[in-house]
């Protein structure tokens, strides 16, 4: 199947080949492949390895995979799995230093980039990393395991700094009142204490179908990790590292994310924005960064039935072209 060709949903060729109880069950994984095209001598970065769903993926197609994670338990894990593979190199860096890293191993430009944003099930289901409410461990939250953690900012940080947090990363409409109670309640310790005060904060409904607390552990966690800035520079970094036909693909799981991807591709199209919806839109000035972006791509009824955590995931990728890269903008 050519990029060109992907669908807006695809069967599940690869997921099928991934065993029932693998500890993790790559997204999107059949779209993702067929939009990067892997092959003998293509060189692509995944910037987020976790299991190494993806990276088997394109390895298996004989591609060069230059394998990114900030999670140390991910890169130790690869390192004995990895072992079979001599064309898999391995980075231990965040992915908003593909750049650097790239060239510190000698590599100027790749064939494609992919990148699945946010935790993986891994950190979600290990209770000790603490990601997660459903069972009580650790107010922790670092993918990388480094620096200050969610227990850190829930009880150092200002009342209006969390506040502020939650509402821009969670879209917690009453987040003045979470962080209230979240002040009041400190010093927090646990996923469970952290979970209890946002419960009693916003009034817990038990049996309602979304848990209170997601809200405030998502803004949390997305704050601890920077994700966002994070994805910022690795979407400015790839228009630099792509060479022309190259594919950027992006897999998100909440809104802003999508957005922040979408945008940026849109900007990236060389497309003004029309000013009315009776003008047209006009090319602008400068040239297109990248073609043939693609729709949202979401997952099929089958992956869903094999992974239910697929539901809130969206694939967009797009096709580099040959205009030279914008300057490169600093955070």
């Not at 230059?66 to 999670?71: G, L, P, Q, Y």
């Not at 391995?90 to 750049?99: D, G, T």
């Not at 849109?266 to 003008?279: E, H």
């Amino acid at each position: 199947m050519s990029r060109a060709d992907t669908p807006d949903t695809i069967g599940t060729t690869l997921l099928d080949a991934i065993p029932q109880d693998a500890p993790h069950i790559p997204v999107l994984i059949d779209p993702v492949v067929a939009a990067l095209a892997p092959a003998a001598g293509r060189v692509i970065v995944d910037c987020t390895l976790g299991a190494g769903g993806y990276t088997r993926a394109l390895l298996a197609a004989g591609a060069t995979v230059h394998a990114f994670d900030r999670d140390p338990d991910a890169i130790a894990a690869a390192r004995a799995w990895g072992a079979d593979y001599p064309n898999l190199i391995l980075h231990a860096r965040r992915f908003s230093e593909i750049a650097d890293s790239l060239n510190e191993a000698g590599v100027d430009q790749v064939d494609g980039i992919v990148a699945d944003i946010g935790v993986s099930s891994m950190q979600i289901d290990q209770r000790a990393r603490g990601f997660a409410f459903a069972s009580d461990g650790p107010l922790d939250m670092r993918m990388s395991q480094d620096g200050p953690s969610a227990a850190d900012f829930c009880n150092t940080a200002d009342e209006a700094d969390i506040a502020d947090v939650l509402f821009r990363y969670g879209e917690e409409r009453q987040s003045r009142r979470v962080a209230r109670h979240i002040v009041a309640a400190r010093p927090l310790e646990t996923t469970g204490q952290l979970a209890a005060v946002v419960r009693k904060a916003l009034g817990h409904r038990p049996g309602a179908p979304k848990d209170p607390a997601t809200r405030s552990f998502q803004a949390i966690r997305i704050h601890v990790n920077d994700e966002l800035g994070e994805l910022e520079t690795l979407l400015a970094s790839a228009e630099h590292l792509l060479r022309a036909d190259g594919v950027l693909a992006v897999v998100s799981f909440h809104s802003l994310e999508d957005r922040i991807v979408k945008q940026f591709l849109a900007d990236a199209s060389g497309k003004a924005a029309a000013t009315s919806r009776y003008v047209p839109i006009a090319a602008s000035a400068a040239p297109a960064i990248y073609t043939q972006i693609s729709k949202a791509v979401r997952p099929s009824e089958a992956e869903l039935d094999r992974n239910p955590r697929a539901r809130s995931a969206t694939l967009r990728h797009a096709i580099r072209s040959t205009a030279p890269a914008r300057p490169r903008r600093t955070r």
